[in-house]
């Protein structure tokens, strides 16, 4: 039942279908588009004499060639792409005025699915989260939901975010990674326990995703819907593979080749067996927010915690399919820009620090890594229905520069306006107060989703596995104080987990995080709850 991919993945063609054109219609032509007889031709004085300055042609080819590399994404540097389509099965019209959320409604969207820490060309089936990048192209703007494939993350506070990705990176001196010395990773790990939650997940069995098809996406974060009246609540979106979930072992995922997500995925597609997910949110009201705090210590702001599904059920909107590869993969998608401040009337980002923070973060590493006109580039251009316009000019590369129009917001050539469909001033939550120091403090509550984990969903074979990999991966750590500090974490969670790793390993842990001083903003457990913890 997909919809024809060439009418809902006929994103780029409009501007680029003359520069795809079949190599049998094509000229030889310099950069300038003069025709050249020979690709191989290079103009030198005599028979063995120097090359000449005035041999364009040459100097046109050598130079866009030094120039081919732009920077890597910081994280994520590793992915795969494809097109495809959204469809909303289900309105969502009660909770979101959003376009794209109306019955029925279909868009096209891009998809980019990566590891988190390695380089541009490392391995697919590392032991990594994945991300789960989504271009929703409504008809009110750019919509992307920037997801992982695990519902938590090992953070709260965004200034850490840099140092824990430094611990996944090179060394400075040795230049050595995380695969052959996972001290600084570690390290990191046994300061920062509110990490422990996205540790079980990552070196547990759902740790290796087997390709990109078989695993769900999580926003992670917290949102919020705004419908007509102007009422909101908050959401996190789901996305369920239709395919089913399929993890490797780390003895499977020794076999795979490099690119094994990315031959999968676009193998899978060649072959018209288009990979689909369903979409669905989970909401909660302002009010059932602040119960979920008082009564099950769960910050709808802090990404470390879920809210339980049991009490808060997952609701469908809608599916979506990728159906078509891309023809040129830079352009298409490493050149794709995605950001969670990508956001469209009806869907707000909430008070959460860390989606706070990544809002300025993705913008900004765009217009480094691609350039301030990034928005203009074929992937991330907009396909609204009407003619936009704004007052943002020149930079490198403006194609599209709003032509003579005013570059002011004048009387001579006025441009049109639409009224705020709700008046958000009124509607939303107030924030007074004093300037305070964000402090992310650890609570007992930390432990309790990882202990159930490890106690009731895990089963025996399940918490071995896990005890194997963590010593495993342990065994490249080279300090034992760290090992210590993370068994003490572990003991937090559960006693039976930590004594099993404390065999493993062959290191004495600590009994606990009681006392140990780390060297964040927190030092071991918060005895009363503190709305400061997260919020
Ligand atoms: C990529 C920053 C947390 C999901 C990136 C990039 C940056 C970044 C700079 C590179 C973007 C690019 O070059 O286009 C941050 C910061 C974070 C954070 C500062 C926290 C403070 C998260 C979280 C999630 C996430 C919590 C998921 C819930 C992703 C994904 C990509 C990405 C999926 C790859 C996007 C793509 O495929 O182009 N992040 N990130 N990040 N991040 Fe984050």
Redesign the pocket.
Known sequence: QAPDARKNGDLYRDYVDDKNAPSQDTLYAASNGAPIAHPYESQRAGENGPLLLQDFHLIDLLSHFDRERI??????AK?S?AHGFYRTTDSLEDLSLADVFKPGKTVPITI???T?GGEMGSADCARD?R???MKFRTEEGNWDL???NTPV?F?RD?A???HF?HTQKRHPATNLGAADDSTMFWDYLSQNPESVHQVMVLMGDRGIPDGYRYMHG????TFKLVNAQGEWVYAQFHMKSKQGTRFLTNDQAATKGPDYSQRDLYEAIERGEYPGWDFAVQTVTPKQAEEMWEKEGINVFD?THVWPQGKYPLRKVGEFFLNENAKNYFAEVEQ?????SHLVPGIEPSADP??Q??LF??P???RH??GTNYAQLPVNAPRVPYRFANFQRNGAMAFYNQGGRENYLSSISPINFRKRAVDADATHAHWTGEMVTFLSEIRPEDFQAPRALWEKVWDEGARSRFVETVAGNMSRCGDKEIIKRQIGIFREVSDDMATRLEKATGVQGYPGIKGLRFNGSHNGMAEEKSLRAAN
Not at 71 to 76: A, K, Y
Request: glycine share 8%.
């Open positions: 920077p890597e994404r910081v994280v994520h992915g792409g980019r699915f990566s988190v989260p991300g789960f990048a920037v997801a992982n993350f953070l965004p850490k975010f840099p990705i999580y926003s992670g974060h990404l794709a820009a995605f950001s969670p860390v989606l923070s990544r973060s993705y900004d590493t765009h890594r691609l």
